[in-house]
């Protein structure tokens, strides 16, 4: 008896051929943009005032009047009709997963119901809009009987076009003002950075006006055939493999990473390309990643909420195109045991509008004294704030990627490398007059150490910190690659931000006592210098001893994800969030409720779907196999007698008993982890139920898994049902 499903699939998927893509007739930047209501359409569509008070909007934060409202509306629909839209819908980040969006046609009656009907796309509609959305998380913000959360347009994102519909990006907020969803605190989290950095920067140039952060995300996920992928239950309904032997062959060679990028899947990155492209996302590079079937995508960066919105969107592009050519996406941390997961390195800096790279040594020694203001604040904020920079990162799924048994651990330092690390000592040692050179009356130099202008020398540079300088920009490499990036935004340029105004505050205080502002600055970042030290490493962050000396540093090792989460509603943290005006207490705790929920929601699917996979696939499986190593004994005893086929089944019976011990030890578990489910089912708490899956679910899945994946070895290949591993991580 074969396994027809899975032989199929296997047969089907090597026969796979590449699609072509051919590539646009017109050169990238003649299309770019083309499905955006960019400022170039914006132009052509809206008169020359409503232009101008629409950018006011944009780049000055300006509030929308409702005539300029109408008027933008006007034009958008214009524009979209030209393109063959008929829908409209805002596009939002609820606390779940991805985005949502509720499409509305453009159609009314033109006069009284049935009079004929005319397009209609008001300022009102393009504005606000109320999704019944009572079945998104808030976190018993809004409960059920007062359902209305509503959509407001964020101007600073453009509106685009997918298919018929006009996507208009939005915040999604409770009635009573809370943020239901990503994109409102970090518009928050960015203005704030802006407002504390732009402050800062007048200690040294009193001309900049606004300070931008800027977001440079590199998106790793794998490819499975879509037949393949079919034929596992577990990533259908997980996005992972619950279960499956590591194959022979995997990642040891290395030989994928940077390898020929195979046919069929370089015409699905082509694709992609060329969508992303009509979107305005400016993808930059694509390469094979260390894991066989692992690829990566990445943009040149750009400000922090267009560039998150065009994360969100390539995502779902990347899995619309993925169907086309036979594959699914997985955006899973950790699809497969064994190997490499996936993550979604966050490149992050700010810059001013004079143009100047805060994170950029720079070419003069003024613009030098600028960047390690920004440096040690910067490590002072990830010092101070780190259980909330890893709660930012959390999930389930990234669970798997840190703190688990594999490295990196779940513990968060920063890496500065040799050449910064040394100036930051000598200024420890310096005094002020070595320290800060006053070049005339007002302008300040770095006077101490000499930061060499090219920093970006690959040697130095270190893989395993989860927070890396990388010569221009930090490295937030925690992220999780089906992650929504606002999280760990939020939280960096929040915990940035009341750091920043917590250090002018400070130099302030010295300086309205007295002292020079000369002084004042180098006083307070040699504090800095000496109080954040625990947060540096430049070590192997993937080693056991890492773990011991980050202990002894007294830095925040915690692993269990629901406790993580605690850091949010930390006194401190709450503080620091409403400091800053990004985040309220009671937002914050609704938040938490939210990410239990998730938490426990995803494991309980995953448990369900290991103990069906178990009782339904490799326990059956395992039993044939069982019987007919049996009927096999039984027919040697009539063959040959009973001592001749004792001595020749020998081997049968010892495979029939490790099958045996195999199939008990798993109906056993899964019994047991059934009832752990029941028991956390009942607790009330989320953040209670959350602990309890933790705790007692989770530690199922790993002996269930062994004992399984030792039946994958003992049973005949022929009668095995789902794809084995060589063959999801092989066929492409
Ligand atoms: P890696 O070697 O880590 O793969 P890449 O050169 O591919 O690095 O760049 C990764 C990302 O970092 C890209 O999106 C790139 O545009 C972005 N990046 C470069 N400089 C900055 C910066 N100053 N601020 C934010 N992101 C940046
Ligand atoms: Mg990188």
Redesign the pocket.
């Known amino acids: 008896m074969s396994s027809s499903l899975r032989f199929q699939m296997v047969g089907d998927a090597f026969k796979k051929q590449a699609i072509a893509v051919a590539a646009p007739a017109a050169a990238t930047s003649d299309y770019y943009g083309k499905y955006v209501f960019d400022r170039k359409q914006m132009s052509k569509y809206l008169s020359k005032e409503t232009m101008k008070a629409l950018l006011k909007v944009i780049d000055q934060g300006e509030k929308l009047d409702r005539a300029i409202a109408n008027e933008v509306a006007a034009g958008m629909k214009a524009w979209a009709m030209e393109m063959g839209v008929t829908h409209y819908t805002h596009w939002f980040q609820p606390l779940t997963d991805g985005t949502a969006e509720k499409h509305d046609s453009f159609i009314e009656y033109a006069g009284a119901p049935g009079s004929g009907i005319i397009e209609e796309f008001s300022g009102k509609l393009l504005a606000q809009q109320e999704p019944d959305a009572s079945s998104f998380p808030s976190g018993g913000i809004r409960s059920t009987f007062e359902a209305r959360g509503y959509s407001a347009w964020d101007p600073s994102s453009p509106a685009f076009i997918v298919d018929d519909t006009l996507c208009i990006p939005t915040v999604f907020i409770s009635y009573t003002g809370e943020a239901l969803d990503y994109k409102t605190p970090l518009l928050k989290a960015l203005n704030a950075v802006d407002e504390a950095a732009t402050a800062v920067c007048h200690y040294f140039d009193p001309s900049v006006k606004k300070v931008y952060s800027?977001?440079?995300?590199?998106q790793e996920y794998f490819l499975v055939d879509d037949g393949l992928y079919a034929a596992r239950p577990d990533l259908l309904s997980t996005g992972r493999t619950l279960l499956g032997h590591a194959s022979a062959k995997n990642q040891q060679l290395e030989d994928h990473y940077f390898g020929a990028i195979p046919a069929r899947v370089q015409s699905f990155m082509k694709e992609v390309e060329y969508e992303g492209y009509k979107y305005g996302i400016p993808l930059?590079?694509r390469h094979n990643e260390v894991a066989p079937n692992q690829f990566e995508l990445?943009?040149?960066?750009g400000e922090t909420n267009l560039a998150n919105d065009h994360n969100l969107l390539i995502m779902s592009i990347m899995q619309r195109v993925a169907r086309k050519h036979g594959f699914r996406v997985l955006l899973h941390e950790k699809p497969f045991a064994g190997i490499n997961g996936s993550g979604k390195?966050n490149?992050?800096?700010l810059?001013t509008d004079t143009g100047v790279?805060l994170?950029?040594p720079g070419k003069n020694p003024q613009e030098n004294l600028q960047f390690v203001t920004f440096l040690v604040n910067i490590l002072m904020a990830v010092y101070k704030y780190s259980p909330l920079l890893k709660a930012s990162i959390m999930s389930a799924g990234n669970a798997h990627r840190l703190g688990a048994n594999e490295a990196p651990p779940a513990i968060i330092s920063a890496f500065l490398g040799s050449q910064i690390s040394n100036v930051l000592d000598k200024l420890e040692n310096a005094t002020a007059e070595e320290a800060i050179v006053m070049e005339d009356k007002k302008r300040m130099t770095l006077g101490v150490a000499k930061i060499p202008e090219v920093l970006l020398d690959n040697t130095d540079r270190n893989r395993t910190s989860p927070f890396a300088f990388?010569g221009?920009?930090f490295?937030f490499r925690a992220v999780g690659s089906s992650a929504n990036c606002a999280a760990a935004m939020i939280a960096l340029n929040s915990a940035v931000a009341a750091q920043l105004k917590e250090f002018k505050a400070t130099v302030d205080a010295k300086i309205q006592a007295g002292a020079s502002t000369q002084t004042a600055i180098f006083e307070v970042i040699k504090q800095y210098i000496k109080e954040s030290k625990p947060i540096r490493f430049d070590g192997n962050g993937y080693s056991d001893e890492w773990k011991t000396e980050a202990a002894a540093r007294g830095l925040d090792c915690e692993t269990s994800v629901p406790l993580i989460y605690d850091a949010y509603t930390k006194p401190e943290i709450v503080k620091m969030f409403e400091s800053v005006g990004v985040l309220s207490e009671r937002e914050l705790h609704a938040r938490n409720e939210v990410k239990w929920e998730i938490y426990t929601k995803k494991l309980q699917i995953e448990a369900r779907v290991l103990g069906d996979l178990a009782l339904n696939h490799i326990i059956p499986v395992a039993t044939r196999y069982q019987s007919m190593l049996l009927d096999n004994v039984c027919k040697m005893q009539t063959a040959f007698g009973k001592e001749k086929a004792a001595e020749l089944t020998v081997t049968d019976r010892t495979i029939i008993e490790e099958l045996s011990m195999h199939i008990s030890v798993i109906k056993t578990k899964v019994e047991e982890m059934v009832a752990a489910r029941k028991v956390a089912n009942k607790i009330e708490s989320e953040r209670e139920k959350a602990i309890a899956y933790h705790d007692t679910v989770i530690p199922f899945f790993d002996v269930i898994r062994y004992h399984a994946d030792k039946l994958e070895l003992l049973v005949d290949d022929s009668m095995w049902d789902m794809p084995k591993y060589r063959e999801l991580l092989f066929i492409r």
């Open positions: 800027y977001l440079g995300w590199e930059k590079t990445a943009p040149i960066f390195h490149n992050w800096s810059g790279g994170l950029t990388t221009n920009r490295e």
